[in-house]
Structures are given as C-alpha cells and as structure tokens.
T-cell receptor, first 116, second 113 residues
Framework: EAGVAQSPRYKIIEKRQSVAFWCNPI?????LYWYQQILGQGPKLLIQ????????DSQLPKDRFSAERLKGVDSTLKIQPAKLEDSAVYLC??????????????FGNGTRLTVT | RKEVEQDPGPFNVPEGATVAFNCTYSNSASQSFFWYRQDCRKEPKLLMS???SGNEDGRFTAQLNRASQYISLLIRDSKLSDSATYLCVVPAKGGGSNYKLTFGKGTLLTVNP
C-alpha cells in the first residue's frame, strides 16, 4: 500500500513569512495527525482530525497555525507568520479509526522547516 | 507524573549486549502502548505494539506493568543496526471519546563495534 505522502521535504523561510505543508494519508485511514518534532525531542501533537472534523487541537498555537482537512482526505498545515522557534520537522501521520487509541500511526517523511 | 516519561539516555553499548529502556505513564486508563524506532533524520516507524502483559518479536521484548504504570523494551544481542532513538507512545484520553497518542522524548541508543 502507498504510504503517507508529504510535501515539501524541506523549506527555508525568513521569520514573519508564511508557509504551508501538505499531507495525503494512507487510503482508508480516517484519522490524520500533524506532529511537530523539535531537534532532540519526541513528536508533539499539534492537531488530530477524524475524517474532516477536528478532535484535538489543544496544543496548536492558533494565533499563527491553522490546519484543514476539507474533504476528509488530504490536509494542509499553515504557519503565518513564522517565528524562529517554529524551526522543526513537521510530521503527518494517519491511522485507522481507533478504539481507545489502539491503532498505530503511520508517518510520512516529514517536512523540515528552517526559519531564519 | 508526566503523561509519558522515558529513560533519558543516551545508552552506549557494545555489540551483543542486552539493553533495556523504561517508560512510565500517568494515565492508568491507557490500554495499549507502542514502541517506535526513529533513525537519524528519518520519520518514526512502529517497532512493537503492546496490548496485554507483553510482546516478543525476535530479539525485542516489550513488557507492560500496569500496577506500576510502566512499559519496558528489552533488546538482546544488540546489533550495530539497532542504533537509533526509541520512542515510547501512550494513548491518552482527549476530548469526548477521542484518544490521542502521546510520545515520550525518546531514548538514544548507540551500539558500538
């Protein structure tokens, strides 16, 4: 089966600019996640979608970050305006509908963002 | 107690050694757990799932202790290719009936020749 697709792989922008990332999950996976991974740390959940609805965005900095999954398939994550501390790898993952969180995640290759 | 807390490492072991990592969690209602492996500059990949008391897959054994709320990962006969960061993942109850998967910070393992 095709894996989770993400683009771009790398992005370098200046602070205060905007950037968008795209993700296409594994076919049939209802749940889609965006994680932020700063160097030396584990991935931190930014937002979780179930089909096209948001089920958790408690750690998303909503003043600058936004995400959508309009048709319940692919998703975009946007940062506007970017700050230096947003430099990280942004990982998209998908999973089947879970019962008590028992379905593992499948990750894309990630987008490495550098804000200068 | 933090949602998920792992041995900070790093661990440096010789080839052939046995090494174990621990991970503690705070949500006693968590039912299933995962260990992921992440190579340098790569995405995390599922290593093992743990649904009951434990799971074994070749040289890798994961054990779950619900009373003490920790899971462990044991690697026997370490290979150079086992060098990676090992991430502990625990489901936590989110809003409504939703569960979110929370990652630990990871434990870096280096296996030396």
């Amino acid at each position: 089966e095709a894996g989770v697709a993400q683009s771009p792989r790398y992005k370098i922008i200046e602070k205060r600019q905007s950037v968008a990332f795209w993700c296409n999950p594994i076919s049939g996976h209802a749940t889609l996640y965006w994680y932020q991974q700063i160097l030396g740390q584990g991935p931190k959940l930014l937002i979780q979608f179930q089909n096209n609805g948001v089920v958790d965005d408690s750690q998303l900095p909503k003043d600058r970050f936004s995400a959508e999954r309009l048709k319940g398939v692919d998703s975009t994550l946007k940062i506007q305006p970017a700050k230096l501390e947003d430099s990280a790898v942004y990982l998209c993952a998908s999973s089947l509908v879970t019962f008590r969180g028992n379905s593992p995640l499948h990750f894309g290759n990630g987008t490495r963002l550098t804000v200068t | 107690r933090k949602e998920v807390e792992q041995d900070p490492g790093p661990f440096n072991v010789p080839e052939g050694a046995t090494v174990a990592f621990n991970c503690t969690y705070s949500n006693s209602a968590s039912q299933s757990f995962f260990w992921y492996r992440q190579d340098c500059r790569k995405e995390p990949k599922l290593l093992m799932s743990v649904y009951s008391s434990g799971n074994e897959d070749g040289r890798f054994t994961a054990q779950l202790n619900r009373a003490s709320q920790y899971i462990s990962l044991l690697i026997r006969d370490s290979k150079l290719s086992d060098s990676a960061t090992y991430l502990c993942v625990v489901p936590a109850k989110g809003g409504g009936s939703n569960y979110k998967l929370t990652f630990g910070k990871g434990t870096l393992l280096t296996v030396n020749p």
